[in-house]
């Protein structure tokens, strides 16, 4: 697959925080702060400034928008579809043996603790097609952890990053100067 533009992986709890800010509800630890960053970079992928990708399992993890919920308001399913099935603004990868083998391999051969194993298909399928960020939320057990992002970066040129710390934003997008911690 030739890169023509620059690439970010966007993890599933991003797109949840999404759902979250459009429905109005609140969102835990600051993440506020990154809702401005994804819709950008979802605009500028819009427009295809960027590519952002994320892989098919987001599908099955963006059920909700409540912990333990059930009951989907029919808006936040909407937007789930919208963002996710068209391959356009968020473009799909399908997990295949070569990007499970490679989420194995991130533990085995590498020793990156990841989190759990939907986080390493997660990184695996950024590795596999060659992306610049990876953006997330799950700093307490998954990607974020700083060992992982430490050893990502260093091994494979990964940066694991909260959204206002992206560098692949183009300049146009860029929000009005505020204070991000970890951006400047």
């Not at 996710?84 to 603004?89: F, I, N, T, V, W």
């Amino acid at each position: 697959m030739a890169k023509t533009r620059p690439r970010v992986y966007i993890d599933s709890c991003c797109f949840i925080d999404v759902a979250k800010g459009r429905a109005a509800m609140s969102l835990e630890g600051g993440r506020d702060r990154h809702l401005p960053f994804v819709e950008s970079l979802l605009t500028a992928a819009l427009n295809d400034e960027i590519e952002v990708w994320a892989s098919t399992l987001v599908i099955a993890e963006c059920l909700h928008v409540e912990k333990g919920g059930t009951s989907v308001p029919d808006g936040v399913r909407q937007l789930f579809i919208r963002l996710l099935e068209a391959g356009h603004p968020v473009k799909l990868q399908s997990v295949d043996i070569f990007v499970a083998e490679k989420a194995r391999s991130l533990l085995w051969d590498h020793g990156i603790r990841c989190g759990g194993a939907a986080d390493s298909i997660h990184v695996a399928t950024a590795i596999e097609l060659g992306c610049e960020e990876f953006l997330s939320t799950n700093a307490k057990r998954g990607p974020l952890n700083a060992d992982a992002a430490t050893k990502l970066s260093d091994a494979f040129g990964l940066r694991v990053i909260e959204a206002p710390q992206t560098q692949v934003l183009p300049p146009k997008y860029h929000l009005p100067l505020i204070d991000v911690p970890g951006t400047s």
